[in-house]
Structure formats: structure tokens, C-alpha cells
Nanobody
Framework: QVHLVESGGGSVQAGGSLRLSCAAS????????LGWFRQAPGKEREGVAL????????VYADSVKGRFVISQDAAKNTMYLQMGSLKPEDTARYYC?????????????????WGQGTQVTVSS
């Protein structure tokens, strides 16, 4: 059973940076699509970034391109989201997701493994 645990959230002023981590366990052999979604109060859950294990292909939402970087450390079974130039509209709960398959986009129903989330709050 895949288990995902996020950490690294917190409060930061606009323009600041944070790095989120997602510690994963229980992966079977094969490629996985890993990613980050976020949900702000009163808004729908939206995809932020995706990465494929092994090949490392990345995908970003337009709203975070050039500001966020997704990466993975296979030896540590950990995925990261380095967030820079943070804006108040980045305030949300951030979730780590996974699916044992290729990345096909930001349809949140596609990802069958979810962490509990970590809160990011950006003040102006």
C-alpha cells in the first residue's frame, strides 16, 4: 500500500520561498506519476506539478511555471516542490499524489494515492 506524507508547509510573506517534501513508501516496481495538487478554501482542487519516476519528465500548471520546481530523490523515496516568488493566491493546502502509471495531466480523479496535505499560507 502506497503511503504519502507531506511536510514543509508554513506561513511566508509574498515573494518568499518554501520547499515542500513528500515522503513515499510502499511503491511496487515500475513507473509512477508523482505530483502536487492544491486546494484553497472555496475553490476546486487544482494540479500544480507532475513528475514521472525514472525519466523525470515534468509538467507544470501555467500559474506556477517559472516559480515552482518539482524534483525527486529516488534514493530517499522523496519528492519535493521548491516554491519561489510566492504570491497570496498560492495560499492553499498542498497535497502529494501518485499513480502507478504515466502522467496524463491534472485530472485529480486519476491519482489514486493522496497524502493528508500541508498548509501553505502567503501573506501580502
Amino acid at each position: 500500500q502506497v503511503h504519502l506524507v507531506e511536510s514543509g508547509g508554513g506561513s511566508v510573506q509574498a515573494g518568499g520561498s518554501l520547499r515542500l517534501s513528500c515522503a513515499a513508501s510502499g511503491f511496487a516496481d515500475g513507473s509512477y506519476c508523482l505530483g502536487w495538487f492544491r486546494q484553497a478554501p472555496g475553490k476546486e482542487r487544482e494540479g500544480v506539478a507532475l513528475i514521472t519516476t525514472g525519466g523525470g519528465t515534468t509538467v507544470y500548471a501555467d500559474s506556477v511555471k517559472g516559480r515552482f520546481v518539482i524534483s525527486q530523490d529516488a534514493a530517499k523515496n522523496t519528492m519535493y516542490l521548491q516554491m519561489g516568488s510566492l504570491k497570496p493566491e498560492d495560499t492553499a493546502r498542498y497535497y502529494c499524489v501518485a499513480r502507478r502509471s504515466l502522467c496524463i495531466g491534472f485530472q485529480y480523479g486519476y491519482y489514486n494515492y493522496w497524502g493528508q496535505g500541508t498548509q501553505v499560507t502567503v501573506s501580502s
